[in-house]
C-alpha cells in the first residue's frame, strides 16, 4: 500500500471509529429516555448502505460523505410526527432528558477514551526513556548545559518515566511558564539540576519536532558498526553480508559508530553502496544496494541488518510501563481528564491571544499524524485515537450553536426562563454557530497548508 494510501486508511479507521462512538452515544441515551430512533447514520449525504433492525425499525446507514454523521430522532420541529410516536417524541421530552441525550455524545468519547488508556496502561508499554542527546549549540538545552546521555527524572518537580511524560509535563509548564527546572541524572550518577527556557516555542507552537527546536533529542549510544541479525529476505542478506561483520568505511567514508551507517544507508534509497568490512580479521569489499522503503512520508534506504550490541542498547533507550488493573484505571481516567481539561486551557488562551493560534490543526495534519501513529506501532496508534477522542468529546462540548454544547446551552437557558428559546433566536444562533465553525476550519485548513509548504 502507498504511504498516502496507508495514512488516508489509518485516517478513515480513527474517524469512523469516533463518530460511532460519538453518535452511539447519543442512540443509547435517547433509547433509554424512550425517544425513537428513525435514522443513526455514518457520514452525511446520499447513503451508499442501509438497512433496518430493531423494534422500532431504525434505519442504520452508511454514506457518502465520511466526516461526521448523526442521529435523526422523532421531533415535531422536523416534520409531521405520527399520532402514536408523539409521546417519544425529543422535543415533548423533559428539559433534563433532552440534555442527557445530547451530552451523551461527548460523554462517549470521553468514555472511549479512558477505556483505550486502561488497556494500554493494563497490558503495559515499551516506551522511550527521556535520555537526552547533546544539544545543538545556540539551543535552549544546550544554554541549560544538558549533557549526552543525561536521563530525566523530573520535570519542575514531577516525576517521569517516558519520553512523553517529560514532553507532556514540559507542554502542561510551558502554557505559563518561561523557565521550567529538569532533575537529571548522568553517567556518573550526579543528579544536577537544569534550568530550560521554552520561550522560543511559545510563538511556534508545539507542532512537529517542538523539542527538537529547544535542543532536546534522543539519546543515540554510540555502539560500533558491527553487523548482529541479518534478515533473510533483504539486500544484506542478497549481498552476502554476514553476522559478525564491522563496517570500517561506506564508499570511502570512514565509519566510527552504528549511527554513522545508518544515516548512511537511509539516505541512499536504491544506490549502490561500497562497504569495506573487516572479517574474521580480513579487510574486504562488499557492494550492497538499499531497498527504498516509506517511512514518515519520505523514501528512506534499508538492508535488513541489526547492530551486534542491540539489546544493551535497548535497555538504555527502552522502558516498558504497565500497572495493576485497578492502578491502570485511575491512571486511565486521570491521564483523560487531563488532556481534556489541557484542551480546554488552549481553547481559551488561544481565544485570549496567550497561545497561538498556528497549534489547530485541520484533517491534513490529522491524517498525517494517524498514518506516523500506526506506521510506530498499535500502542502509539491506540494513544492516537484516545487523544484525538478527547479532543472531538471537548470541541463538541463547547458552547457554540449547532455543536452539542451549544444546545446544551439552550436547555440551560430555558430552565433559567422556564421556557424554550423561540425558533428565531435558535436559527440565529445556528447562523453564529456556523459562521464560527467555518472560521475555526479555516484556520486550521491554513495551518494544514502552511505546515505542508513549510516542512
Known amino acids: 500500500m502507498s504511504g498516502f494510501l496507508y495514512y488516508l486508511a489509518a ?20 433509547r433509554w429516555a424512550g425517544v425513537k430512533v428513525l435514522r443513526f447514520s455514518v457520514g452525511f449525504g446520499r447513503p451508499l448502505w442501509a438497512k433496518r433492525f430493531g423494534r422500532d425499525g431504525t434505519e442504520w446507514a452508511i454514506a457518502a460523505f465520511p466526516l461526521g454523521g448523526y442521529v435523526k430522532m422523532v421531533d415535531e420541529r422536523e416534520g409531521e ?8 417524541s425529543f422535543n415533548r421530552q423533559p428539559v433534563l432528558w433532552r440534555m442527557v441525550i445530547v451530552a451523551a455524545g461527548p460523554a462517549a468519547n470521553f468514555v472511549l477514551a479512558v477505556l483505550l488508556y486502561w488497556v494500554l496502561f493494563w497490558h503495559g508499554t515499551e516506551e522511550y526513556k527521556p535520555r537526552l542527546a547533546a544539544p545543538a549549540v545556540a539551543t535552549a538545552a544546550a544554554a541549560a548545559g544538558l549533557e549526552d546521555g543525561e536521563l530525566v527524572l523530573k520535570v519542575a518537580g514531577g516525576a517521569v518515566k517516558t519520553w512523553q511524560d517529560m514532553r507532556w509535563l514540559l507542554l502542561q509548564r510551558a502554557v505559563d511558564q518561561d523557565l521550567i527546572d529538569l532533575e537529571v541524572i548522568n553517567s556518573r550518577k550526579e543528579i544536577n539540576i537544569r534550568r530550560l527556557d521554552v520561550s522560543p516555542i511559545r510563538e511556534s507552537g508545539w507542532e512537529g519536532d ?3 527546536r529547544l535542543g532536546l533529542g534522543l539519546y543515540r549510544p554510540r555502539l560500533p558498526a558491527v553487523f548482529g541479525t541479518v534478515s533473510r529476505n ?12 564491522k563496517v570500517l568505511a561506506v564508499d570511502g567514508e570512514e565509519i566510527g559508530s552504528w549511527t554513522d551507517f545508518v544515516r548512511i544507508v537511509r539516505e541512499s534509497p536504491g544506490r549502490q553502496l561500497a562497504l569495506d568490512l573487516l572479517r574474521d580479521g580480513q579487510r574486504i569489499t562488499i557492494t550492497v544496494t538499499p531497498a527504498a522503503v516509506e517511512d514518515g512520508g519520505q523514501q528512506v534506504g534499508r538492508i535488513g541488518v541489526a547492530v551486534s550490541d542491540g539489546a544493551r542498547s535497548r535497555s538504555e533507550l527502552m522502558v516498558t510501563v504497565s500497572y495493576p488493573p485497578a492502578t491502570a484505571l485511575g491512571k486511565a481516567i486521570v491521564e483523560t481528564w487531563d488532556k481534556s481539561a489541557f484542551t480546554l486551557l488552549m481553547i481559551g488562551k488561544m481565544i485570549t491571544g496567550e497561545v497561538s493560534w498556528r497549534n489547530i490543526s485541520g484533517p491534513v495534519t490529522i491524517a498525517d499524524y494517524a498514518g506516523r501513529s500506526a506506521q510506530l506501532g498499535l500502542d502509539y496508534y491506540i494513544k492516537f485515537l484516545a487523544l484525538v477522542s478527547i479532543s472531538l468529546g471537548v470541541l463538541n462540548l463547547l458552547p457554540i450553536p449547532i455543536l452539542d454544547g451549544g444546545h446544551l446551552l439552550y436547555y440551560l437557558v430555558e430552565i433559567i426562563r422556564r421556557g424554550p428559546l423561540s425558533e428565531r433566536t435558535m436559527e440565529i444562533g445556528q447562523q453564529i454557530g456556523m459562521a464560527l465553525l467555518f472560521m475555526l476550519m479555516a484556520f486550521a485548513f491554513y495551518n494544514d497548508i502552511n505546515r505542508l509548504f513549510s516542512g
Open 11 to 30: 485516517f478513515a479507521l480513527v474517524l469512523g471509529i469516533l463518530v460511532v462512538v460519538h453518535e452511539f452515544g447519543h442512540y443509547l441515551a435517547a
Open 81 to 88: 410526527v405520527a399520532a402514536e410516536d408523539l409521546p417519544r
Open 210 to 212: 517542538a523539542l527538537g
Open 234 to 245: 533483504g539486500a544484506a542478506a542478497d549481498a552476502d553480508l554476514r553476522s559478525g561483520d
